[in-house]
């Protein structure tokens, strides 16, 4: 499946808010440092995500991008 949510992690700087704002608790920091020498947040399950932005909308550094599945028609 396509991912929901992606870090660009280049720009996070690890100080773990959207860490603390995920309701599925899926968000964590990586145990490598980016360029900056910050451990970058991540998502390793992507299929646990709900596309609710929290974390999107906390990040103070317009790090992370969530898309949305296209909804499916019901009849
Ligand atoms: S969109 Fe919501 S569920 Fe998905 S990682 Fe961000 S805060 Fe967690
Ligand atoms: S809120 Fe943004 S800068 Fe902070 S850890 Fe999460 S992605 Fe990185």
Sequence with gaps: MEPRVVFNEEYCK??????????KG???LA?????????????????ACISCAACGRVCPDGVITVYRPDKQKTA
Excluded: W
């Excluded at 690890?14 to 309701?23: F, I, N, R, Y």
């Excluded at 490598?32 to 970058?40: C, D, Q, S, V």
């Design 14 to 23: 690890g100080c773990g808010l959207c860490v603390s704002v995920c309701p």
């Design 31 to 47: 145990e490598h440092l980016n360029g900056k020498g910050y451990r970058p947040a991540a998502v390793m399950e992507q299929e």
């Design 26 to 28: 899926i968000i964590s």
